[in-house]
């Protein structure tokens, strides 16, 4: 069956130290999508990144990275130099190519507090 | 429009009584998802609409969800005879044709109900 955990429910930070987000999966499928979504304070979930099962390439937008790797099922985020307008509710989410729908299953979460 | 409208932004009802939800998505997407995020959880998938084609409502929690999808646009979430864990933000979504699952789901606000 297919599931996402974030085992990390709550992290708090001081500005400018870098965190790490643990994500781990589980699927039967071979074609799969992992994604990493931000829901600030304001409620509206914000797309980061998606990643395919094929492409195991880790990957840096700013101060932002991801670290993909198939053999311990897990999608980590980075974010090197926390600033205070990081913190939000991370979620990281898989979609099954099996599945016909495009439809995301979500972790529970892990909310990130960067302190001034 | 420009990004997918949900109404009402907040929603007070007694328990027992019937609510609507409605969800309007980005134009030209054909794709349309509810989800439903309780205090402190993760994202719980509701029902997926695409097209013509008879909606997913796999994850319908009990026959007093239902929802429809008039003219392939709007989406109306309804609740029959509500229960206090009914409680929860829902979520609405919207993405271009979902084929192998690689598309990327633009999120509403969220409608938050509160059910006293």
């Known amino acids: 069956a297919q599931k996402v955990t974030q085992a990390q429910t709550e992290i708090s930070v001081v500005e400018k130290e870098d965190v790490t987000l643990d994500c781990v999966y589980e699927?039967?499928?071979?074609?799969?999508?992992l994604f990493w979504y931000k829901q600030p304070p304001s409620g509206e979930l914000v797309f980061l990144i998606r990643?395919?099962?094929?492409?195991?390439q880790n990957e840096i937008s700013g101060r932002y990275s991801w670290n993909f790797q198939k053999s311990t099922s897990s999608f980590n985020f980075t974010i090197t130099a926390s600033q205070v307008v990081d913190s939000a509710v991370y979620f990281c989410?898989?979609?099954?190519?099996?599945?016909?729908?495009?439809?995301?299953?979500f972790g529970q979460g892990t909310t990130l507090q960067v302190k001034p | 429009g420009a990004g997918v409208s949900q109404s009402p932004s907040n929603k007070v009802t007694e328990k027992g009584k019937d609510v609507e939800l409605r969800c309007d998505p980005i134009?030209?997407?054909?794709?349309l998802y509810w989800y439903r995020q309780s205090l402190g959880q993760g994202l719980e998938f509701l029902i997926y609409f695409q097209g013509n084609s008879a909606p997913d409502k796999s994850g319908l929690p009990s026959d007093r969800f239902s929802a429809e999808r008039t003219g392939g646009s709007v989406s109306t979430l309804t609740i029959q005879r509500t229960q206090q864990e009914d409680s929860a933000v829902y979520l609405c979504?919207?993405?271009?044709?979902?084929?192998?699952?690689?598309?990327?789901?633009?999120f509403g606000a969220g409608s938050r109900l509160t059910v006293l």
């Open positions: 979504a919207s993405s271009l044709q979902p084929s192998s699952g690689a598309n990327v789901l633009t």
């Open positions: 699927t039967r499928d071979t074609t799969y999508y």
């Open positions: 990643r395919n099962s094929f492409d195991e």
């Open positions: 989410a898989l979609s099954e190519f099996a599945s016909n729908t495009g439809k995301l299953i």
């Open positions: 134009s030209g997407h054909t794709a």
